[in-house]
């Protein structure tokens, strides 16, 4: 009896030993350096400051090579080639996009791969061919490539595709600013591609569709979208004093725009 | 026949004299004009920025940091565009291709500014004699000084609020001091050590960074960032006496002090942001940018921690995840959608 005690003992030890350890949370300060600095990239993006972002996201670049985080370095070339194409310097956003999608594929990343693939489409309006593939992207990936892919649909004239990547952004926005913002572009989308299947104004649907981006873009802000919209609204409405102030606004946004930076 | 013979030899000798001084013109020419490319292949490339200031002519052109040329020409035009020629090297053009930019770079807080060629496109075709080419406007220390303001504009609210807050809490006839019955009842589930811990380490942070911004205005160097940032250290000082009082609360004052804590998060996270920017400012002081980064880094991590170890409990920093504020999208790291045409 003390003998079967013992060996149930024994073996309940044996199994306690064979638990893992918990894991200590070990934090790379370099990764932390470059997210730092990624926002910061970000930050500067959405205050148009093309130039600081630049730097911003170079320094990051930077930091994630140091990190040795693959996936942290094709965002980094990515996100410089946004910048970049901010900046009007498309050749350089070229280079940092196909050196994001080297480093996503060498990574097994296929996220950022797909992120950089579909902003070089949108800068290579030539290669219709290559972009069509970009345009199916799975449903898990981020909201961005949705939007992005959406634009692309947009571009080739590939209606339905467009809509069905507005829908998954609506979908996938969340409450945040950041959700809001993404929600209103994609309304702003879905109003755009109205207008366009039915010019004739009074449509409902684009007016639904507008209205709804207009008062998001009020919550969240976002000047030069509110611009965009305004301008369609402008297009859409079909009574002229109406059409006139829509007009009036857009005019005035479109100066305080030029005069000084959205934010 | 002497005579003769004497001012034969004079003669030689002023020819000799003569033809060494002409050899050794010769020669400094020769030396002269190899070391300055004189007579080297050259081709021309145009610029046309918005203003000709910080350009000159014979001012270097730089590509990756080698003279390739200089500013051969600086002209107003009648369409009142400023048209600048830039008279490079013909052996350097192999490097230059299609989507290449000028930028004018400032090596130093202090000196001259540098124009630079950037290589373009490499895969592309190398450029021809007398293109024009793009200017690029690069982030100058006014402009980052102004790109910073935003930043330093949320920190001065959130330090505001804070000095509220803080005032609030440290007040000896407010309710703090006043209210002290059921109170360890309602921190009895609290780690108050872990809290005290905490803070005692966030108020170490700040006399740290109380020195750093000092150092930044003993320095000159972004002084107004100092002056403004110098009521940080001064606020979170603050709440040092809060440690003692932790054990004491009633349950308004617990959510006034959560909702400071929070607001502490919030400041840091602003304070990291102008950390950053710090660190592009200041070229001449890449060690107290970096320590002022580091310091600031800390804070937020400790209030974070600061968060966790909290009451209610807080959630800790998400990373990559969606933000805390509701439902995220989760797309902080990656550049917004819009500008450039897209």
Redesign the interface.
């Known amino acids: 009896m003390r003998l079967a005690v013992l060996l149930v003992l024994l073996a309940l030890s044996a199994c306690a030993s064979r638990m893992p350890a918990p894991e200590v949370q070990v934090n790379n300060p370099w990764q932390?350096n470059a997210?730092?600095?990624?926002?910061?990239?970000?930050?500067?993006?959405?205050?148009?400051?093309?130039?600081?972002?630049?730097?911003?996201?170079e320094?990051s670049l930077q930091a994630a090579t140091l990190a040795g985080d693959e996936k942290l370095m094709a965002?980094g070339h990515?996100?410089l080639g946004?910048?970049q194409?901010?900046?009007?310097?498309?050749?350089?956003a070229?280079?940092s996009y196909r050196q994001a999608i080297r480093q996503a594929d060498s990574a097994g990343d296929a996220v950022n791969a797909r992120?950089a693939a579909l902003?070089l489409a949108?800068?290579e309006d030539g290669d219709a061919q290559a972009s069509e593939a970009q345009l199916d992207v799975p449903v898990a990936f981020?909201?961005?490539i949705h939007?992005?892919a959406a634009?692309l649909a947009v571009l080739r004239g590939r209606e339905n595709a467009a809509r069905q990547s507005y829908a998954r952004v609506l979908g996938?926005?969340?409450?945040?600013r950041?959700?809001l913002?993404?929600a209103a572009?994609a309304h702003l989308g879905m109003a755009e591609l109205e207008y366009a299947a039915d010019s004739q104004g009074g449509n409902a649907a684009a007016w639904a569709h507008l209205n709804t981006s207009l008062g998001l873009l009020r919550r969240a802000g976002q000047p030069?979208?509110m611009l965009q919209a305004v301008k369609l609204a402008a297009k859409l409405e079909s009574e002229p004093v109406r059409r006139q102030m829509w007009q009036q606004r857009a005019r005035a946004l479109e100066n305080i725009l030029q005069q000084s930076p959205a934010? | 026949m002497t005579t003769e013979h004497f001012v034969a030899g004079m003669r030689r000798q002023v020819g000799w004299f003569v033809m060494i001084g002409l050899g050794t013109i010769v020669a400094l020419l020769l030396v002269a004009t190899l070391r300055t490319e004189l007579f080297a292949r050259k081709f021309t490339l145009f610029v046309a920025p918005p203003s000709a200031t910080s350009f000159f002519v014979g001012q270097e052109v730089k590509f990756q940091g080698f003279t390739i040329g200089r500013v051969d020409d600086i002209e107003l035009q009648a369409s009142g565009e400023v048209r600048i020629a830039l008279r490079l090297l013909d052996r350097y053009r192999g490097m230059l291709h299609q989507g290449s930019a000028v930028r004018l770079v400032k090596p130093a807080l202090l000196g001259q500014d540098i124009v630079e060629v950037t290589a373009g496109d490499v895969q592309t075709a190398v450029l021809n004699d007398g293109v024009l080419l793009p200017y690029r406007e690069q982030a100058t220390l006014e402009q980052l000084l102004m790109d910073m303001k935003p930043a330093v504009a949320n920190a001065d609210t959130l330090l505001g609020e804070l000095v509220q807050l803080a005032r609030w809490l440290n007040d000896p006839s407010g309710d703090v001091r006043l209210a002290t019955a059921n109170i360890r009842t309602v921190t009895e589930g609290a780690d108050q050590g872990a809290i005290q811990q905490a803070i005692t380490r966030v108020s170490e942070a700040a006399a740290q960074l109380e020195k750093l911004f000092r150092q930044l205005a003993d320095n000159k160097a972004g002084e107004f960032l100092a002056s403004s940032l110098e009521q940080t250290a001064l606020v979170l000082k603050n709440l040092e006496p809060l440690t003692g009082e932790l054990s004491r609360q009633a349950p308004e004052t617990i959510s006034r002090s959560k909702e400071l804590v929070s607001r502490l998060e919030e400041l840091s996270g602003a304070l990291n942001s102008i950390a950053v920017d710090m660190q592009q400012l200041s070229p001449e002081l890449p060690g107290l940018a970096q320590e002022s980064h580091d310091a600031i880094l800390e804070l937020r991590r400790l209030a974070t921690a600061l968060r966790q170890t909290w009451l209610a409990g807080g959630k800790g920093e998400s990373g990559k995840g969606p933000r805390e504020d509701g439902e995220g999208t989760g797309t902080e790291l990656v550049a917004p959608p819009g500008g450039g045409g897209q």
Do not use: C, H
């Open positions: 932390a997210e730092s600095l990624a926002r910061s990239g970000v930050d500067a993006m959405e205050r148009e400051k093309w130039g600081f972002a630049r730097v911003m996201f320094r965002l990515y996100n946004r910048a194409t901010a900046g009007g310097d498309a050749a350089a070229r280079q992120r902003a949108m800068l981020p909201i961005d939007l992005a634009r996938m926005a969340g409450k945040d950041n959700g913002l993404y572009r030069r979208l934010r």
